[in-house]
């Protein structure tokens, strides 16, 4: 049975699931009430738990070896396996529920001990997270929020010869559901020349793509531009919480610090690059009169296939929507087809100089804005800065995030011939500062 050839599930909740069908197979690591947080893949409405499946006996050979390189509620071992465990686990779970197969009676009689229902579970991060690094690499959004700044110059000069980054803080990256606290710190008021402390007022979102590392290298080695898809080990949604009031005065010259550092929420499921592979899509040309890529960065392969046709959405949804009913408001329709850099490329950087990454590192990609309204990945680029508010369906307006405020991130890729997949949501409310 090869991957394409299997289309349907006996898992009925998976058939035409928005962001699960039997296609996608992303790994988490989930608890239900009273047990241990422990791996599982989302399969529809459920959570296939592995360690269980593990007992029940149900993988053999390189599938078991990926199984348990997955056991105590952490995914790092199994991401530093790399590609081929991760293949070899799923062909066996496309073979235990693909329609018509043969375990479907014996999973099936184990109830919720094999397949939860993932609305009675609770969501964990897949990872230890060592490290994590926030990529600049939507160019629309270095344009945008450059053009605020520097009208006539809004891309420095290094942008299109560095995927720019800087090293964020992996101890504040929480699961899609922890509330969003309202940080407090510094700020220059307008037209001031001395700063006052107190809560963020300008509080923001970024919309990007979260990259999870695979295999690592040793300090001193790099990873080359054409091994760099080897150390991927998968894809998650991640909100870049910002307070643009406390960067604005802070980020001058070493780069964001506190303004970003007090969380960064993801969504919980890795989804692989095997899920990927049909969404896949040549890197877009360079503009005319763009530099080439130094060699180090440029891999004709890459080039080739290295971009992914992600469509990316933001929603918002207000204490007054809860109040009045209404659905959660679209602010942003994005794909990740506006990314300057590949991922790929985004290894091959971090890693030239001698850096080691480890499995289980979190890349952000930086905020994926498109060139038009409606695209725009960040509320800072939405209202330009708070000088243009928007009207919201209940009445309400906005230039910056209220408490009570929720942003909810969603992507789903679709194709002709091919099931649509998804990522699962990453959602974040915002709470009063104390
Ligand atoms: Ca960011």
Redesign the pocket.
């Known amino acids: 049975m090869t991957q394409t050839s299997i289309t349907r599930s006996w898992v009925a909740s998976a058939n035409g699931h928005g962001d699960f069908p039997l296609q996608n197979l992303p790994l988490g690591v989930f608890s239900v009430k009273g047990s241990a947080p422990r791996a599982g893949v989302a399969i529809g409405e459920h959570i296939f738990d592995l360690e269980a499946a593990l007992e029940a006996g149900l993988f053999e050979g390189a599938a078991r070896t990926a199984v348990e390189a997955t056991r105590g509620g952490q995914l790092n071992a199994f991401f530093e396996l790399g590609r081929d465990a991760r293949v070899a686990l799923r062909e066996r779970l496309l073979e235990l529920f693909a329609e018509g197969s043969t375990l479907h009676g014996k999973i099936e009689a184990q109830g919720a001990k094999l397949l939860p229902l993932a609305a009675d579970c609770e969501m964990h991060l897949p990872a230890k997270i060592n490290d994590y690094t ?3 690499v939507g160019i629309e959004h270095a344009q945008n929020v450059g053009k605020l700044f520097r009208p006539d110059n809004p891309l420095l000069p290094n942008y299109k010869y560095v995927p720019i980054g800087y090293h964020g803080r992996a101890s504040t990256i929480r699961p899609s559901g922890t509330g969003v606290r309202r940080p407090k710190g510094q700020t220059l008021p307008a037209g001031q020349t001395e700063p006052v402390f107190g809560p963020c007022a300008r509080l923001d979102y ?1 919309l ?1 793509l979260g990259i999870w590392i695979g295999p690592g290298n040793e300090m001193g080695d790099s990873i080359a531009i054409g091994d760099a898809a080897d150390h991927i080990a998968g894809f998650c949604l991640l909100n ?1 919480w ?1 307070a643009r009031d406390i960067q604005a005065w802070e980020y001058q010259p070493l780069g ?1 610090f506190l303004s ?1 550092s007090f969380i960064t929420s993801i969504s919980p499921w890795v989804v692989t690059a095997e899920a990927l592979e049909p969404f896949r899509r040549a890197q877009p040309a360079r503009p005319e009169g763009d530099p080439q890529p130094l060699p180090y960065l440029f891999d004709k392969r890459d080039q080739a296939a290295g971009a992914f046709d992600i469509e990316l959405e933001v929603l918002l949804l207000t204490e007054a929507m809860r109040e009045q009913n209404l659905p959660a408001q679209r602010l942003t329709l994005s794909n990740t087809q506006h990314m300057y850099w590949t991922v790929a490329q985004m290894v091959a950087h971090h890693s030239v100089n001698g850096c080691q990454l480890q499995a289980g590192d979190l890349f ?1 990609s ?2 994926l804005s498109g060139p038009e309204n409606g695209q725009f990945g960040s509320l800072l680029e939405i209202t330009e800065g708070g000088k243009k508010p928007i009207e919201l369906a209940s009445g309400e307006v906005r230039k910056f995030l209220e408490d009570g405020d929720e942003i909810i991130l969603r992507a789903r890729c679709s194709r002709e011939g091919f099931a649509s997949i998804g990522f699962g949501e990453c959602r974040g409310k915002v709470l009063p500062a104390r």
Request: charged share 40%; glycine share 16%.
């Open positions: 926030d990529f600049y970024e990007e870049d910002s964001p970003k952000g930086g905020t």
